[in-house]
C-alpha cells in the first residue's frame, strides 16, 4: 500500500525522496526490518497469549532425552512468521503483481491447513491432527492453482537471449539489445549444464503438440510434487528446536538471490541465468519471510519457548517450493533443501526397509535408530541444539554450492 501512495504522491506533487519507493531493494530492505520487529515484539505477546490459553504442545515420549519436558510448551507459533510476513509484504509489496498474489495465496491456503491440524492436535486432543490424505489433497490443491495461475496467466514470461547475429543497437548510447520479446514458456534451469534450460513442453511436442498449449499436462503435475515433497520435507524437519527455522532461513534467502538476479536484466545477462520480468518483486515478500523466520528463531532456539506447529512448516516448505517454481530453480531444491531432502528420505527409507524386511523375514528391520534422521543422532546421544548448529552450517554449504552453479557451467 505504501508503494503506491509514495508512487501517487511521486507522479502528481513530485514529492522529494518518494521516488525512491520504486526500488525493490529499499523496499525489501524495509520490509525485512517491520517483519523482524513485528516477530520479535508481537511474537513475545503471541507466545505470552498462546501459553496463557494453555495452547501448549502434546509431546509423545520416543525415549528421546528432555523430550518429555518440552510437552505443554505453546506452538501455532508459525502464526507468527505468517503474521510478520503478511504485513510488510501488504505494506511494501506491489501487490497486483502475479507472483505476490501467487505468494500470498501460498502463505494463506497451507497456512490454513496447518493451523487446522494444529487446532485438531490441541484442542480436539487427537495426537494425529489432520488425515494424511486431507494435507496432501490440501497440497495437491495448491499446486494445481500454482501451476495453473504460472502456466496460464499472461504476466508470467520469460525473455530468452538472441542468437548473436540478431542483436541490434537499439539506443544512441549503443547499449545492445540482448534479450527478444518476452513469451510464455515453461522452461527451467538445468544446474551445472552448460545449456543449461529444459523445456518441460518438449514432451507434449513429441506428441504433436506444436503450439505447446497442452504443457500443463506436465508442468501442473510436476509443480504439484515439488510443493507437496518440500511441504512434508520441512514438516519431517521441524522435529528439534531451531532446526527447521534456521535452515528455512538459508534456503529463502537463497532463492532471494536467485530471484533478484532472475528479474535484474543486467544481472541475468552477466551470469547468464533465465531473465522474468516482474519476477523480482518477489524479494520483498522473501526478505519479509526471512524477517519473519528469524525473528520465530529467536523464540524458539534451544531451549524453546514457542514451536511453529504445521501451521509454520508447511507453510515454509510450500513457500520455498512455490518461490523456487517462479524462479524456475527448482531442480536445485535437491541440493538447496537438502536438509529436507535427506530427512524426507530418511523416513521413506526407513519405512520402505521396515516393511520390506518384515515381509521376507516375519521381522521389521530398520535402517537408522529412529527416523527423520535428526532423531537417529539424538539417539545416538547428540544434545538437539548440536545436531541443529551442525545441519545449518551443512544447510549454508548446500546453500554456497547453489549459488556456485550460477557460474560453474
Known sequence: MLYYLFDYLRTNYDLI??????????????AFICSILLSTIYGKRMINYLRKKQIGESVRDLGLEGQTQKSGTPTM?????????LIPVLLFAKIDNIYIVIL????LWMGAIGFLDDYIKVFKKDKDGLKGKFKVLGQVGLGIIVGGMLFFNPNVTMKEKLPADQIQLVTESGVPKIFGKEVKAIKTTLP???????????????LGDTPGKWGWLIFIPIVIFIVTAVSNGANLTDGIDGLAAGTSVIIVLTLGVFAWVSGNIIFANYLDVMYIPNSGEMVVFISAFSGGLVGFLW???YPAQVFMGDTGSLTIGAIIAVVAVATRKELLIPVLAGIFFVENFSVVLQVGYFKYTRKKYGVGK????????????????????????????????????????????
Do not use: W
Open 77 to 85: 507459533g508459525g502464526l507468527i512468521i505468517i503474521f510478520a510476513t
Open 299 to 301: 523464540y524458539n532456539t
Open 192 to 206: 551445472f549444464m552448460k545449456n543449461n534450460e529444459l523445456d518441460y513442453s518438449v514432451v507434449t511436442n513429441l
Open 366 to 409: 530398520r535402517i537408522f535408530k529412529m527416523a527423520p534422521l535428526h532423531h537417529h543422532y539424538q539417539k545416538l546421544g547428540y544434545h538437539e541444539s548440536k545436531i541443529a548448529a551442525r545441519f545449518i552450517i551443512i544447510g549454508l554449504l548446500l546453500a554456497v554450492v547453489t549459488v556456485v552453479t550460477l557460474k560453474l557451467r
Open 17 to 30: 525522496g518518494a521516488g525512491v519507493f520504486q526500488y525493490i531493494t529499499f523496499r525489501a530492505s524495509l
Open 104 to 107: 500470498l495465496i501460498t502463505t
